[in-house]
């Protein structure tokens, strides 16, 4: 009977630090939520038909309308979530709390897929992920929260879940909603040029999930008149490089306060430096290194790195290389 008590009470064990992680994220989600006026627009768009609007800056471009609409998905979820809120007599005492709730649940479904893949092994990742969900959202570090942040993490969580249970062909059905969520998913379709099989069977895939990918996003930007956003604009490239190795912003008013330690190289609370550092052998584990090298290269052309919440849907693929799950399973060897 112990033998089976054992198990049972580890797991319970992991939940209840679950369940507590969960409590910390809505605090810090509910602190920040209030201190940028985009972290409250984007929850209430589709209840309040908020419109974004466009900046020209030394950095290029800012059109938030074309970049945020398409998030549907994200924008829907986040208005239907605070929504509750117009019902009160003061809705900005409530949105906080509405918005640090959804944020922790979120972030207790991506803790439960956790649990649900690795069992006993979960806990690694469900610190890690706790780590850098509570490092992007620490106040004081850009205090920025938007509504697809932890969806997206959720999604990027499945990924590696199902690549781990060698069910990575499955992913293939939720891959347009994690797109409709946010569009930064549309990476993950590189996975599929590297699974078991013929050339032509990985090619074959790897269009079927672009395919997907793609309507996705096209039917996205169709329905919110967002088309005309592709373009390469070295701007964001040259500040980001400049930040890197200067420490230095066009706009410091914009995060007033970052400072010397929130220098991108403890991004997701170092998870990202330690992910190239790891010597990389097996066949899933390069092929994630590809997926994160071509992230990371989207992030320096069209977003501000050291915005740290832009980098949170990644900490899955970045924690697989230091779990035992991930370095000895000969499971983890065969997508």
């Not at 347009?176 to 050339?199: D, N």
Request: include cysteine.
């Amino acid at each position: 009977m112990t033998r089976y008590l054992n198990p049972f009470r580890e797991i319970l064990a992991i939940a209840v630090i679950s369940t507590a992680l969960c409590v910390m994220v809505y605090n810090q989600a509910k602190i920040i939520a209030p201190l940028a006026k985009h972290n409250l627009e984007t929850f209430i768009s589709f209840n309040q038909e908020v419109r974004f609007g466009y900046a020209e800056t030394d950095i290029g471009l800012l059109d938030l309308e074309k970049d945020w609409r398409p998030r549907i998905l994200s924008l829907l979820a986040g208005s239907l979530a605070t929504r509750p809120a117009f019902l009160t007599d003061n809705p900005a005492t409530h949105y906080p709390r509405l918005i640090g709730l959804y944020s922790a649940v979120w972030l207790g479904l991506t803790f439960f897929l956790l649990l649900l893949t690795f069992g006993r092994e979960a806990l690694f990742p469900i610190l890690g992920t706790f780590a850098a969900v509570a490092f992007a959202y620490m106040p004081g570090m850009a205090d920025r929260i938007y509504p697809w942040d932890l969806p997206s993490l959720f999604f990027f969580t499945l990924f590696v879940c199902l690549l781990h249970r060698q069910r990575l062909n499955w992913f293939l059905l939720v891959l347009p909603l994690a797109v409709l969520f946010k569009e930064t998913a549309v990476v993950l379709t590189l996975a599929y040029l590297f699974r078991a099989g013929t050339g032509t069977k990985r090619l074959l895939y790897f269009a079927a999930a672009a395919a997907l990918a793609f309507f996705a996003k096209l039917s996205a930007d169709l329905l919110t008149d967002s088309l005309g956003r592709f373009t390469l604009d070295t701007g964001f490239l040259k500040t980001n490089v400049r930040y890197l190795i200067r420490g230095t912003f066009p706009y410091p008013e914009w995060y007033p306060g970052l400072t010397g330690f929130s220098h991108p190289l403890f991004l997701n609370a170092g998870l990202l430096l330690a992910f190239f550092l790891y010597p990389f052998r097996s066949h899933p584990l390069g092929m994630l290194r590809v997926i994160v090298l071509c992230y990371v290269a989207g992030m320096f052309f069209y977003g501000i790195i050291f915005e740290y919440r832009i980098w949170i849907d990644i900490t899955p693929l970045l924690l697989y290389p230091l779990m035992p799950a991930g370095k000895g399973n000969p499971a983890a060897e065969k997508t």
